[in-house]
């Protein structure tokens, strides 16, 4: 590898001149995706390719303007064309994706990197980080801040209905979705590090992505040098051990925190399939917000984009109307269509504390209706054993259950693979309707099945289940 040709973000902002062209190298990853938008509004010209072009981010891709390719199709000539390569982190190290990178002669870097030596270096930056409620929490504060007549600037790794997944803004304020996960194959630390953060909402810190990770202690030294340089807000969810452990740590920085253990609250006051009253706290104050929004883990992350707002100085009345009426992003219960007597919702969820928020919060939505949870175990340490029990806890509450064969073995060393059939047995043990499916054919007819009676049918992946969105039982949707 060539480190010479290996640049950080000072390395970027420091040739910022010299950088007209950027291409981005597996450009489908939600991050990836959004950064690449950003930098094209910021007037660079950029370019992209991927091996596969999955929804949400591929339909959002094509609705840009930014040239696309195949990856087998670009030669390293090709990438002599650019500037700047930007590398996304599935690239692994040591593939020939690597090697033709490093050998092609062109500067390359993570997409933390770029963004952060060519957008964030000089902007008022907050952060969104944590194990679960990144992108949803980003989204709200991007919201709220729009209707208290602010021009915020934001990265969100997801798309969202009627708009971009990243904006510039005006520099006041840039909400960006922090991601622990690490940068690239040659910048093995979490992206936020890389974001010059100014403040940051921690929602959660539990031990995730076990195929990077040791430990939750290899979690934090990640986080210690972001918030050891945050000269604004920590603003965090004090229901997690990790979480006040770390904090701990720094004395000096303006601290809030909020959840269960607060004092700050929120506190449920009533809630129904449309909306949801609560009280919260704010330095000895007591204050009531109506919204639209449900689930007890959406308020939680409501109520930090709350008490940012109110470290900014905004008023209580200002802010309860701009929390009235919030959008989810996509895959964030996002309700696909009917199909037959069924609802359809799709949702990200794919850690087992998110799969049970979520499907509590579908059954508060639908208190009516049953809820056959499709569950695809896709992420690295969602198919490995590690969360086992976990995962047989968050599933029991589904009233049926299918789960969907794992792509691929897990990498998780030190780990065998999920045992999805224990989940059926837990499931089963209780008198529900529980099945193991390794084929998209008998998914789908099961599903159609099932769709004659007015449940819900809610599908946790942050994969394709099966291609199941690909096939043509997307065509059996309506509204």
Known sequence: MSNELKWSSNEILANQDKIKKIFFYRICGTGMGAAACLLKEKGFEVEGADNNFAPPMSDYLESTSIPLFQLKDISKEDLNKYDLIVVGNVVPRGSDDAKAIEDCGVPYCSFPAAIGGLVLKD???VGV???HGKTTTTYFLTQIFEKLGEDPGYLIGGVMPGRMSSRLGSGKYFFIESDEYDSAYFEKISKFRLYHLNSMILTSL?????????SIEDIKEQFRPAVGKLNGVLIYENSFEASNDLITEFEKIKKY????????GP???SQNQDETTFEMSFEEKSYTFKTNVVGEHNILNLTSCIIYAMTEGFGFEEIKAAVADLS???RRQEVRGYVDKAIVIDDFAHHPRSVKFTIETIKTKYPEREVLVLMEPNSATARSSLFQKEFEEALSIADQLIMVKPPRPTSVKGYDNLDCQKIIQRVQ???KFAEYVEQLDVLKDILIEKSKNEIVILVLSNGTCLDLWKSDFVERLSK
């Not at 925190?257 to 607060?262: E, F, L, V």
């Open 257 to 264: 925190n909020y959840g269960g253990q607060s004092q700050c």
């Open 129 to 131: 980080a944590g194990t």
């Open 328 to 330: 989810m992003v996509k």
């Open 429 to 431: 043990s209780d008198g």
């Open 206 to 214: 539990e031990f995730d992505h076990a195929d990077i990770f040791n």
């Open 123 to 125: 902007v008022n930056v």
């Open 267 to 269: 506190k449920i006051i």
